[in-house]
């Protein structure tokens, strides 16, 4: 049937997320003073934010509005006519869709298109973007987490076949799964050359898992988390700092203070080889989530951020037929002591 | 009436312990291939080892026995005269002595007198040891957490005050502590100009909570976690990475084939001006253990190692009192969701 | 013109070098004792090596041979068919070509072509190359500078112009470049997406400058200069360790026993944007070559590797008509003090 | 004849030195707003800035002036008492000495004595000083190289056993020195239990080389430079970052709008054990000053900061008899291409 449809966009990468946030200045707080992204622009309720290796306008926007929620994540395109490859093919795939004239939508954003994916999401295309100033070199800025890019987004769906299929179909390989014999838990996708531009985590949703901020070294993962604690602020820190078995990275995640959950992290993978191999994790090693066995906090598992319909709306959400947290097995029976060979 | 006591020794840091490990073989695995510590000697069931900025023979000795033991913390002195104070001011406490003289105990250490301590502990003072070879720059020597020294002891003690006021009359200063307005819950305690050199953890006792290795920098800390991961022995890592609140040292905490445990960290402070403060922290502040709030896993606040009398024998154990693990605020409630501020 | 030509091949990226050593029990010291990358396979006087994160077979190749000198460059293509795309194209350049059936060739790989390409550097192309074991996460085998994989070749070419021409026409876009109103001076160019998989310094050539090895964080590159000096072996650094102004990688130069040089380096930023736009350094500015003003030691401008033709013998060397190393504006001026404003 | 003397005060460490700058507000931009020192007073000229891990009032003073110099050296001593100690001892020794009653010095300061030493340095000595809150783990504050505290003084005299002889009679042990034959070309001098709290250089003095400040890891040295390149400000690094040989130290040196010397540093060792022996390199070493063999800057080695008499009177210089920076061997031929063994 796929064969009937309208050619598939050309995605770039995972460019960009706008979240609803229900008090921009406690926000600000967070994102700008404490993580530390720099704010590109600021105005009407709508803060604009990048990292230092991020040459375009933003890579997270936050809008007020009266609930937390994601307002869309944002995919970039190769061109200007893959933005109407991606309203011709979600509207074949039956998808809600609507155009979004430059100037009308997120501040910077050129010509685009969101439509509600068929996971339920709200996913925006675009191809043209306004360029932000060149700080890869600006040392002088680093504050907090010393973000350099955005690169991925994390989402809760309660079917990952169905999450893994449509996002094959838009040209994503698959780097790693956690598996069984019987079913895929997750998976991380990609179409850059890094471990994922988007991941799966088994659960209720649509909603949103978390964002994953790049930083260049473990030390900066390592810093947020002390800037939170010297603040008396390390409640905002969940879980980690760790390593995870899943992609290498080195990570640390952390809430915001609407509870929209930021990873900061470092250290993945080349993935941009033609015959690159998927590696498939067994969901009973207990390194997948934690490379260093040390348990998954059970509010990681099953917190996560609602998302938006088209027209602004928190969509319904559908429980999980899986549930990874329940394979406690080793570190991750919490609080369990841990047996030493 | 300790005016009447013959002076204290003038004890210069601690300096090593001597460990009864059950497979000599299994051991060195841990301690030299994976923790990459370096074999100064090995024979007669005896390792010595030690770190790469020591300069004596060893600050770790892993004897071979039947049970996992402690055989003896030990301190070094400042002359050879305080090894005869020593003997005379534990005597005079009414704690059992006994001389080694050199050649006849650990090797490579001089003579030295071995005392139960009034807290239960087999303590060695010494004065004479042998030289190892300078590797302070030995990069190409580096392995596994690139330990550099031995920088302290932690000690499980039924009754903080008592541990608390035996080594005052030996003359260390206080770092820290832990309290609340009713009891002290821990302490720190130095000779050397670093945060401590041996430290109080309430609980049944005497036994050995665990040896503290410094490394230079976090990524050494990080790198041993790292590996134990990539050789599926992450059951070896009990608690961290992670950062202090007391001592502000950046950990992680093992466990060897015997279940003896050791803390590999790095980054404390100087402690050596004539008016050093304590600084007290609140047993109720839930940074005290891990300054990112994150929970302390049970197996960590209630298992240790027996400690052996001066005949080799496992010294009994007495209950404690207090109880700072049942003092679960915040994140120390294993497993209970974060709240977001 | 080149409208007529055959089309390009669908390079993926720099991928191995094959280089000439003459005393390959010497290099074995050096590239996997020294340095620590893994030896994949080591026969019949070829010595194939590869990074922890590099899932094929090699990245590099010593074969044993009379004189010093760069045996290959090789880049992977898209597809197969690619590999015939490419012997067309050169042919058609005029160009000396030459078939490697695979298993005749450097171990490892399947059906190449090997060319002279116009700038006189003998280039591979091939898709098909044997897998290796995954060793990403295989943290205990981490030695030396903890090398990653791969980044790209550093040649020097008498014609910077006809370089880059020569690279935009196989569909490499361009990162960065050192000019002034005159002249280019330097250029870095990509198929990966980052900030090279290429790039030209101005001297007389063809010869190759260095090969770049990416390893994840600065202190792995500290790490190895501290081996060096540990090993008495400080000869063997060259310049650095550094900050490039250009890419932004700290990095630090080996010569190997051969004198074949060796960036260590990391941390540069992602390229994989559509309209990924050129920064263009002014070769006035003393922060281009070192971002912290150093000044560049001599025989890194001016010593480098002479290449081999299809037969194996060195190919003629041509004088360079611009000079980079002439231009010393404040670091550069070498020993002269440095003004503070 | 120094049994006659009345006894040398017993000197806890270097504590803090006080510089005369001629424009405060650019000294000021340099010290508090690029290399991040905490500013604990700021007014009637005097800025008094303190390291987050200094518990004292300061550890650097700047006093705005009309030529740069340096006003004094101060180190803290164990008891009030042995403040008299160093007035008698000082004065018996023939040199010029003065008392600073609280509240006339530098602010925060108790009861001093300031003497101009054998060496023509003027030193104070003092026990009493203002504590400042602790900062010990204000992660939030770090800015710039996040400096922890003063750890060193490096004086240039024209007689390094004249030195070495002066500070041996205050009690200081030597840590390193470098040599040949025939001379003692330089000195590593410490109180308190790290290499050095003091150290020589041979030239023309007295003059102060420069103030050592501390910081915790290796990436904190690098993160300074990288901001002084962003910043275009790359002419205030003079030297660096890099590897000691002696003291295994990792460094840069920086130089203030005024040209006064700061290395920034981290890691060296522990030397508190009483047997503590001096480690001595060949000046004929090329590690000795680089680990890595890299060249030092002429500048390094002729230029230094003036010092002040008691009146405030920049105190006339001597020539030095020996000059180590004419040994140059290996790297230090600036320029000279390295020769691979």
């Known amino acids: 049937m796929s064969g009937d449809l309208p050619p598939a966009p050309d995605v770039v990468r995972s460019s960009y997320a706008e979240l609803v946030v229900t008090d921009l200045a406690r926000a600000r707080w967070f994102w700008v003073e404490v993580l530390g992204l720099h704010a590109e622009s600021d105005r009407d309720g709508v803060l604009c934010l990048r990292g230092t290796d991020e040459l375009t306008h933003h890579n997270v926007v936050l809008r007020e509005g009266p609930a937390a929620a994601l307002s869309h994540l944002a995919y970039r ?70 973000i350099a890019r955005l690169d991925h987004f994390n989402i809760v769906v309660p079917d990952i076949d169905a999450a893994y299929g449509h996002y094959r179909g838009l040209g994503f390989g698959c780097s790693e799964t956690i598996e069984d014999e019987h079913e895929m838990y997750a998976a991380w996708m990609y179409r850059k050359q890094t471990v994922h531009d988007v991941a799966f985590t088994g659960g209720a949703g649509p909603r949103l898992h978390h964002l994953g901020l790049a930083t260049h070294e473990s030390h900066q993962v390592l810093h947020i988390a002390d800037i939170l604690g010297s603040l008396h602020a390390e409640n905002h820190i969940e879980r980690g700092p760790g390593r995870h078995g899943v992609s290498n990275a080195f ?46 906090i059970e509010s990681w598992y099953k917190e996560a951020t609602p998302v938006l319909d088209l027209d602004g709306r928190i969509a319904p959400i559908e429980e999980s037929r899986i549930d990874e947290s329940a394979i406690r097995v080793g570190a991750d029976g919490l609080g369990s002591p841990r047996e030493v060979r």
């Open 77 to 146: 395109v190769r061109t200007p006519a893959d933005v109407d490859r991606a309203e011709a093919h979600f509207a074949a795939l039956g998808c809600p869709t609507r155009r979004i004239p430059a100037g009308s939508g997120t501040p910077g954003v050129g010509d685009a298109v969101r439509v509600i994916d068929p996971l339920g999401f709200p996913v925006e295309f675009y191809y043209a973007i306004e360029r932000g100033e060149r700080l890869i070199q600006r040392y002088d800025l680093h504050r907090g987490a010393a």
């Open 251 to 296: 990570y640390v995640y952390l809430r915001d203070p609407d509870g929209h959950r930021i990873e900061v992290y470092t250290s993945d993978y080349y993935t941009g080889d033609p015959d690159h191999e998927t590696f498939r994790w067994d969901v009973n090693d207990d390194r997948r989530r934690d490379y260093w066995g040390n348990a998954v």
